[in-house]
């Protein structure tokens, strides 16, 4: 793992009291669930509805940002939103059976439990996608927020009483610093270690598989 030298680089939340319930937020794209398979066909499908070669690779690689914003460089501005509504209503049949959990994400979510906390998933996709998700791969969290992206997740960390969230892409280390929580990021999204340091995450892991032991410690020094 890495905290950054020396300690946490930046600007760190202020602690929360130890009597104070533990509430962690994760995202949900490429840091609980590998998404690009899915996403990867849907894409397929919808392109070949609308005539458009989508270029899948480069649109997977680094998944995070809301579909508008993808859509951009490849669609008139007009058709977006249809383009968008299309998307959504695909994914179900596209998207939910070749999506796996990515290494340790159920081990993260049981290492809050078994500390006595609550788990929250904040993320920017379609909330009924969402639960799809969770529930095909039998993910039980305490509460799913969906369609909320960037600093626009920190009022739903502010809201469910967070003290950590954590996310793969700098969008998400935005999302925590703006909600004054502890921004911990891992690398199996599209963002480089620098690029989630130089927005100001406090800790980068290599993947969910760290999450347990980093959280002991965490607690223990809390």
Request: charged letters at 25%; glycine letters at 10%; proline letters at 7%.
């Amino acid at each position: 793992m890495d905290a950054g030298a020396p300690g946490y680089p930046r600007r760190v939340p202020a602690e929360q009291p130890a009597s104070e319930p533990l509430v962690v937020g994760f995202d949900l794209d490429m840091t609980l669930i590998d998404t690009a398979p899915g996403f990867g066909s849907v894409l397929r499908a919808l392109g070949a509805e609308l005539g458009v070669d989508f270029p899948v690779e480069a649109m997977t690689a680094r998944l995070g940002p809301p579909l508008d914003l993808l859509f951009e460089p490849y669609l008139a501005a007009e058709a977006i939103p249809a383009a968008g509504d299309r998307f959504r209503a695909l994914y179900p049949a596209h998207a939910i059976a070749s999506v796996p959990l990515l290494e340790g994400a159920r081990e993260a979510l049981h290492a809050v439990r078994r500390r006595g906390g609550r788990t929250i998933v904040v993320t920017g996709k379609f909330p009924d996608n969402a639960r799809l998700h969770l529930d095909h791969l039998g993910l039980e969290v305490d509460h799913l927020e969906g369609w909320v992206w960037g600093v626009g997740k920190a009022d739903v960390l502010v809201r469910e009483g967070a003290s950590v969230y954590v996310g793969d892409h700098v969008h998400d280390v935005e999302g925590a610093l703006a909600a004054d929580v502890l921004s911990v990021s891992v690398l199996t999204g599209g963002c480089t270690r620098e690029e989630l340091l130089d927005a100001g995450t406090h800790v980068v892991l290599e993947s969910l598989a760290e999450f347990p032991d980093w959280l002991d410690d965490h607690l223990a020094t809390r």
